[in-house]
C-alpha cells in the first residue's frame, strides 16, 4: 500500500475484531456455562485430536502497553499454588475425554508461564505427558520474557519437550521502552536466544509491535533491523491495540504520544520491507517466518490455521485451554474461563465443576462464517462457492456479501474471478475489512469494543 494514500486510510480507518476466533470473544455471555463444557467435551469422539492451551496469568513486571489477562505476583507459593491449579483442571478434563487422548500442540501462555516454579512447571508437564498422548512431532510452546528467564530454565524446558519459545521484543529505542514501561536491551534479547537454542529449544518466535507511543519510522525499521539479524524463525509484527477501557494501564503512557493511522501504516510499511529485505516470509496479516520454518510449508500447503494464539500449523479441530481466561474451541461452540486468577480460583473450589464463565454456542452459519474468515486470514484467497458447497449451503447464500465487496476491487484491495475472491498484496493490511464483511455479529456499535483496524 502507498503510505500516502490518505483516502485508503479515511475510507477503511475505524476499530475490527483480530479475528482469532469467530464468532469473536466480544459474543460470549454467560448463556453458556460449565454444563455445556462439560456436554461438548463428553461427547469427543475416542479418536479425536486436541490442542492444549494453559495460560499462566503472572508477570515479573507489567508493560504498560499490554492487553493480555496478566498481573504481578511474587509469592513462589502461590504461583505453585495456582499450578496445582491447572493440574487439577486436567484431571477434570481428562475425567470427560478420556485418558491416552492425542495432543498435536501444546502451548503455555501468559503473562510468563516461566513465573512458575521449576518445580510446579515440571510436575503438570510430568502430568500432561503421563495421562496424554504427545504426537511425536507435536509443537510445544512457550512464552518467555528475556529480561526474566530464570537461568535454568532453558535446560529445564528443553528437558521437557519443549522444541518452541515466542519471546516479546516490541522496540529497541530507549525512548518508546521507557514511555511503555518495558526496558529490554538488544543483548538481553541476544542472549536469552543463544541461551534458548543452546540449551536444544531450537525454534525461536519474537514478536515486535508498532503504533506504540514515540515511535517512528526509522526507528521500528531500526529494531526490525536488529532482530532480523538474530535470526528468529519467526516474527510476529502487530499494531498496537490501544483498548484503556479494558486496560487501565495502557493510560500510564504517554498517549498523546502515540502516531495516527497514517503513522502506524508507514511504519508497518517499513517493518515489512525490512523483514522481506532479510529474507522472511510474510504470512498472513502480521506474521513472517523463515522460508524453511514449518509454518511456510504450511501456509504453501494449504494448512495454515488460526485460532485464539493467532496463526498456527496445527490442525486439530479441538483446542482446550486451562487456566484463568482461557478458551476453548469445541464442536458445539466456544467456551472462556473465569477471568481473573482469583475468580479461577473460586470455582475450580467446587468439586469436579469446570471453570467456565461464558461463551458461545456455533450454528452451522457461524461455522460457515468461520471458515471463510479463517480461508482470508490465512490464504488470503477464498473459493466461495466451494465453501458454500462444503457447508450445505445454496450458493446464494452470501451473495449480500458478496456484492459489498466491489469498492474493495475498485479501491484495488481484492480481486474477483467468478465466485473466487484474492487478497492483492496491496489489501493485505486490509484483510480483515475483508473479513468484517462476512461477520454477521458486527455492528457500528460493537465496533468500539475493538482496537483499531490498521
Known sequence: MNAADSTLLSRYGGNLPRYTSYP??????DAVGPDDSRNWLSSLPADQPVSLYLHVPFCDTLCRFCGCNTAVLRNADARSAYAALLHEELRRIIALIGPGRRVTHLQWGGGTPTTLPASAMRRVMDAIRRDFDIAPDAEISIEVDPRHLPPEYPALLHELGFNRASMGVQDLDA????????????????????????AGVAS????LIYGLPRQDTEGVARTAQAVASLKPDRLAVFGYAHVPWKQKRQTLMPVGDLPGAQDRISQRAAMDSVLRAAGFLPVGL????????SMAHALRAGRLHRNFQGYTTDSAPVLIGIGASAISSLPGGMTQNAVSAAAYARLMARPDTLPVAR?????????ARADIIEQLMCAMQLDLDALCARHGLPASHFDPEYSRLAPMVADGLVTLTGRQIRLTEKGRPFVRHVAALFDRYLTAQSRTRHASAL
Do not use: K
Not at 24 to 29: C, D, H, L, N, Y
Not at 286 to 293: C, E, G, N
Open 359 to 367: 461463551g458461545v454456542r456455533m450454528r452451522e452459519d457461524d461455522r
Open 204 to 207: 525461536i518466535n519474537i514478536d
Open 24 to 29: 469473536t470473544a466480544a459474543q460470549f455471555t
Open 175 to 198: 525512548s518508546v521502552q521507557e514511555a511503555c514501561g518495558r526496558i529490554q536491551s538488544w543483548e538481553q534479547t541476544r542472549d536469552c536466544l543463544e541461551a534458548l537454542r543452546g
Open 286 to 293: 502480521d506474521h513472517y517466518v523463515s522460508p524453511d520454518d
